[in-house]
């Protein structure tokens, strides 16, 4: 089994900068593609950024596109989002999960998951 534990979340200035880390453990991480979602008050979950299993290639929603960057470092077994630049609208739930097969552009739908993290909150202030 694959566990995935998300931390960082906090709460920031708008305009200021967070980094949220997957801590993924059970399994070695490189034969997994990683995806962060969130879900906002009232919203549905969406797909925010997803890193294929190599770390060679990555997708973004347009709403962070220019603002936040995903990496990862399979060594540690561990997957960054870097967020700048953040709004109020960014305040949401933050979730990783993990893919064995499915690739990221499937991944980023929500589609293609096969485990995942319970969460950590960001809140932007305005």
């Known amino acids: 089994q694959l566990q995935l534990v998300e931390s960082g979340g906090g709460l920031v200035e708008n305009g200021g900068s967070l980094t949220l880390s997957c801590q993924v453990s059970?399994?070695?991480?490189?034969?997994?593609?990683i995806g962060w979602f969130r879900q906002g008050p009232g919203k549905e979950r969406k797909g925010v950024s997803c890193?294929?299993?190599?770390?060679?290639?990555?997708n973004y929603d347009d709403s962070v596109k220019g603002r936040f960057t995903i990496s990862r470092d399979n060594a540690k077994n561990m997957v960054t989002l870097q967020m700048n630049r953040l709004k109020p609208e960014d305040t949401s739930v933050y979730y990783c999960a993990a893919a064995r097969w499915a690739p990221c552009e499937v991944v980023i739908t929500e589609h293609g998951l096969d485990y995942w993290g319970e969460g950590t909150l960001v809140t932007v202030s305005s």
């Open positions: 059970g399994l070695p991480s490189a034969n997994y593609h």
């Open positions: 890193i294929s299993s190599s770390g060679d290639m990555s």
